[in-house]
């Protein structure tokens, strides 16, 4: 039987945040606030050298002085930055762990979750460091890796075993003085991942970690580094569901690429942090500072799914150096009831013979607002570069508002760059053409969204498309009719 | 002294020349007040990201020309469409030139904002429109609102459409080493009434001029408007021009822009559709070459149901000039059905020269159609090559495929003579005679 519009509206109201449990774990957890003490704490805690400890203390100093952005086009109340607190890592761990160690409690929230690490280290192929508020409690697949001379470990311990890489590395794109967010990072992020793949080596799984926020009132601070040496190839997958709060959670992550010489980074993410509930009450706030830095002919591809996040504030960006160098975005960002996305990337075009694709879709839906935010520079020296820029929009209600703020900057003349942008709403004739050949009206929207979509789901791997195209579908069910 | 200092002390001075118990004075105060707290804007803010006025600042302007200074109309003859009868309003440094002009108060008014501000029988027209649709916020506007005195004033009744176009030149003669000038037009076009204006800023001299205009235009129901705008000043001119169109229930009103000349060049359109079934249409061509900038913004706010809004602009920049697009589309919930274009084509044919580029769509209503598309690129290679073995030398060829770049933008222009001005303009500005007209 088919629904009608008012039922599914009811239904989906009603639907709770599927992933909305806690899970209750013994947390060791740093009292609220911030200030040069509790980050040399948290350094302390981690063990970490001299240098880290300054590092942090130059960027604490830094944020200190600086003032919340206020230019993108979302509106929340700020987060009181001294009601958090800053280390929340999960007791009871030990450095010298094996899966069987990991807390059976956790294990269980995994689950739920649908990654449960032992069966999925088997039948995914896919090496899973798990990041639980912070800090890393399960690395598989490290072995494998390792044969290679591939490093993927949580930062923390990246910091004692390979100083050298990362000292070289950290910062080298986000600097701590790059935004507000991005400094408030680097002052306090308690754990994150670090990868590395030798020359020439192709990595053989794709790599992938998986974020949740779990204790109330931490903001999560993460960090990641992945650096592809000439030649190498890698493809990493960041996927993020938290429990539902009511209080509003910080999530200021910053993560690094660099691809050396001929190298390739492909970076995928599904992002489905708590949205608040149908009030627009709670939800997670997503400030997030992206960036790659693209050597002689490298390739650095960002694939994003967002779905999830009360506010949403980030743009994966690519910094175009080396000649011949090819950045590439692919996203789409869903927002639903009070939900608010401001979101796209940035090309900066430096080296001869450069190219960037943009395929931005935005989805809105209920009261929610959803702009697509970018920049494409090309720099004087940037001979023959190239750009294509597509940003369509999809509008579902008229509660809702789409925005594009494309900003496009040409200093060469050998520049080529195209830009298109399209808003539109499902058709009436395209939902009557499906009921008439007897496709429910729900499905049909399943049916068009992922048309409109494709474009950008096909990037995914496969195991991620599967999942996405489903968060598609809860995020969007019976919000229109 | 910096400008914005100047310009605040030399209000004093300014309302010892104006009637200061006519209600227009309020509003002049209040104006000034608001430019006193923000200034001239800085390159902070987002609208100004690209376009700086510090050197502007800088130059010690004359806010009042001393004397008039008299002009043949034999010396200024090429700056008027004088292949056509037309009405014209000319201003030399500001101040109404009777000799060079032709009004008329025959079924419609053209004529002087000095007059409708001081005659009595205009009162009730400036209560209901003068400062009505001008920003009361943005800085430069309002700075024009207070010192507002002088201007053009047009006036169409219902049903009526004046005989022929009507010219408005500014005129710059260069008495004072440095001149600003604040001219401030209002356009009332009636119910099912027509116009067609063609409005040009000239410098005669290469002394530096700042002119700061605004144009406030109110096209009622079923009144068509045709605005057209010939910028091809002097190397030492500036114009920031700031024009508010209200529209009601279908109307017409399109505005096309040429940039050729000037210094530095800012055009804020504004257009707001209080109204439904209503067009509005901007176009424009801007071809540059110099250092000269040129910074066009537009914004079209739909307010209300089944709207259409088109622009299309290109650009061809040389040399070291730079160019800058803002379009800004906001379409209301209740603005259903709208149908919004835009569209804004470049070409660089300098290695110096810079575009920026930032078209914006802001929707809140789902049931429209919104686009908009911009490129960056170069000359097609082929098709120089294809004209160039035809016997076409490569300047002309070049030239060729600017015209047709250019072409759709002066498709539209409903003045033949106009049109063939706007050709030879090109010509001249691309350095070429190709010996025809397209």
Redesign the interface.
């Known amino acids: 039987m088919a629904y009608t519009e008012e039922e599914l509206k009811k239904e989906l109201e009603t639907k709770e945040y599927e992933y909305g449990f806690y899970t209750d774990i013994e947390s060791d957890t740093f009292p609220i606030g911030l200030n040069e003490d509790i980050v040399r704490a948290i350094s302390k805690k981690k063990n970490e050298p001299e240098w880290m400890t300054d590092w942090r203390i130059e960027a604490y100093r830094v944020w200190e002085k600086m003032e919340e952005p206020e230019w993108a086009n979302v509106h929340y109340t700020k987060p009181d930055f001294q009601a958090i607190s800053y280390y929340s890592a999960p007791k009871k761990n030990d450095p010298n762990k094996s899966l069987d160690d990991v807390d059976p409690e956790l294990l269980e929230m995994y689950k739920k979750l649908g990654i449960s690490v032992d069966e999925q280290k088997k039948l995914q192929n896919v090496a899973v460091d798990i990041v639980v508020d912070s800090v890393s409690v399960a690395t598989t697949f490290k072995k494998t890796l390792g044969e290679k001379g591939i490093i993927f470990m949580p930062i923390s311990e990246a910091i004692q075993e390979h100083p050298e890489l990362v000292k070289k590395y950290m910062g080298s794109i986000v600097p701590t003085t790059d935004n507000f967010y991005a400094a408030l990072n680097s002052a306090v992020f308690t754990d994150g991942s670090f990868c590395y793949i030798p020359k020439g080596v192709r990595c053989p799984m794709e790599l992938s970690t998986y974020f949740r926020i779990n204790q109330a009132g931490t903001g999560q601070f993460e960090r990641t580094l992945v650096i592809a040496d000439e030649g190498s190839y890698v493809s990493y997958l960041e996927g993020c569901t938290a429990p539902s709060r009511d209080e509003n959670q910080l999530h200021a992550a910053v993560v690094e690429l660099i691809a050396l010489d001929d190298a390739e980074i492909k970076y995928s993410t599904v992002q489905n942090w708590f949205p608040g509930n149908k009030e627009g009450k709670g939800g997670v706030y997503n400030f997030v500072t992206k960036r790659a830095l693209c050597e002689k002919n490298a390739k650095v591809s960002w694939t994003q799914v967002e779905t999830g996040s009360a506010v949403t504030w980030k743009y994966p960006s690519c910094i175009l150096k080396g000649d011949n160098s090819i950045g590439e975005f692919y996203s789409i960002a869903v927002t639903n009831n009070y939900q608010q996305a401001d979101t796209g990337t940035k090309m900066i075009h430096l080296g001869k013979n450069t190219r960037s694709t943009i395929i931005s879709k935005g989805i809105s839906a209920g009261k929610s607002q959803n702009s697509y935010r970018g920049l494409v520079q090309i720099n004087s020296r940037a001979d023959n570069a190239r750009n294509f820029s597509q940003c369509d929009s999809l509008l579902m209600g008229n509660e809702c508002g789409a925005h594009t703020f494309p900003y496009i900057e040409a200093k060469n003349k050998t520049a080529q760059i195209e830009h298109e942008a399209t808003t539109s709403k499902i058709g009436e004739d395209q939902i009557f053409y499906c009921n008439q050949r007897g496709i429910p009206t729900e499905k049909a929207i399943a049916l068009i969204v992922n048309g409109f979509s494709k474009e950008v789901l096909n990037k995914l791997p496969m195991e991620f498309a599967v999942e996405a195209q489903k968060l598609l579908e809860i995020s969007l069910e019976g919000s229109v009719g | 002294m910096d400008l914005k200092d100047k310009l605040i002390s030399s209000f004093m001075a300014f309302e010892n020349n104006v009637d200061v118990d006519h209600p227009v004075h309020e509003v002049r105060m209040e104006a000034m007040k608001n430019f006193e707290i923000k200034g001239f804007p800085s390159k902070k803010e987002?609208a100004w990201k690209y376009t700086s006025l510090n050197s502007l600042q800088k130059v010690d302007f004359s806010i009042f020309p001393k004397e008039l200074n008299a002009l043949e109309y034999k010396e200024v003859k090429k700056y008027f469409i004088n292949e056509i009868d037309t009405y014209k309003i000319v201003f030399i440094d500001g101040i109404f030139s009777s000799n060079l002009s032709e009004t008329t108060h025959d079924g419609v008014d053209i004529c002087l904002m000095s007059s409708a501000l001081n005659k009595p029988m205009y009162k009730q027209i400036i209560d209901v429109y003068f400062n009505k649709v001008a920003s009361k916020d943005e800085s430069l506007t309002t700075l024009n609102t207070a010192f507002s005195k002088e201007g053009a004033y047009i006036y169409i009744p219902k049903n009526k459409m004046p005989k022929k176009p009507i010219e408005i030149v500014h005129f710059a003669t260069g008495t004072e080493a440095s001149l600003m000038l604040q001219p401030r037009n209002l356009i009332i076009v009636e119910e099912n009434a027509e116009v067609q204006i063609i409005e040009r800023h000239q410098s005669l001299t290469s002394n530096e001029v700042l002119t700061n205009c605004v144009t406030e235009i109110f096209a009622a129901k079923s009144s068509i408007v045709d605005y057209y705008k010939v910028q091809n000043d002097a190397a030492n001119a500036s114009l920031i021009d700031n024009t508010y169109v209200d529209q009601k229930d279908k109307s017409d009103v399109k505005f096309h822009t040429f940039s050729f000349g000037g210094k530095l060049t800012r055009n804020n359109l504004n257009f707001y559709q209080n109204g439904e079934y209503l067009d509005s249409t901007m176009k424009g061509v801007t071809i540059l070459g110099d250092k000269q900038h040129v910074d066009h913004h537009t914004l079209v706010h739909h307010i209300e149901p089944n709207c259409e809004s088109h622009q299309d602009y290109k650009g061809i920049y040389g040399d070291s000039s730079t160019g800058v697009f803002n379009g800004k589309i906001i379409v209301e919930?209740l603005a259903?059905k709208t149908n919004a274009f835009q569209q804004n084509n470049?070409i660089?044919?300098?290695?110096?020269?810079?575009?920026?580029?930032?078209?914006?769509?802001?929707?809140?209503?789902?049931?429209?159609?919104?686009?908009?598309?911009?490129?960056?690129?170069?000359l097609d290679e082929d098709a120089l090559f294809y004209l160039q073995s035809r016997g076409i030398p490569k300047k002309e060829a070049r030239a060729l495929l600017m015209y047709a770049f250019a072409n759709n933008v002066l498709e539209s222009v409903r003045i033949p003579e106009l049109k063939t001005r706007i050709n030879k303009l090109i010509a001249n500005k691309l350095g070429v005679n190709l010996g025809f007209d397209l």
């Not at chain 2, 802001?362 to 490129?375: L, N, Y």
């Open positions: 987002e919930k259903q470049n660089l044919i300098s290695d110096k020269a810079s575009i920026n580029t930032k078209p914006q769509l802001e929707i809140f209503a789902d049931d429209v159609k919104c686009s908009h598309g911009c490129t960056i690129g170069q």
